[in-house]
């Protein structure tokens, strides 16, 4: 939200087409919580229809000059190894998974043996 208010003032639909897939309830809780925060700001204008727009205020534009902008650089730093350290926790989480399954099988085969190998049972 606070890269996308970089370039200047933006309405909330802009705001919406700018990040893409934020649902309006979202949306509204952010805004909300930015304008809380001091990082935002809200001005209304007087016209009709109505319009209001949303803006950085100097401290969030300091906020995503800098430690947001330091982070983006790290990220674009360090994108292999962080791709590497996904994909391997990906592979790890698929190898648990695929342990599991293979237990859960031996273990309803077992019980499905057991189960067939028991006398059966007479009753008067």
Partial sequence: MLVALRPGARRRRELRAAI?????KVLTETLHRLLANGLIE???HAEAPP????????????????????????????????LEAQESAARENE????????K?????????????????????
């Fill in 95 to 102: 190898a648990r998974e695929n342990e599991a399954r293979e």
């Fill in 104 to 124: 859960s099988e031996a273990e309803r085969a077992e019980a499905e043996r057991a189960a067939r190998d028991q006398p059966p049972t007479l009753t008067r």
């Fill in 20 to 24: 893409g897939g934020i649902s309006d």
């Fill in 51 to 82: 319009r209001v727009e949303y803006a950085l205020t100097a401290l969030g534009q300091s906020l995503v000059e800098g430690p947001l902008a330091a982070l983006g650089r790290w990220t674009l730093e360090h994108s292999a190894e962080l």
């Fill in 42 to 44: 809200r001005r209304a």
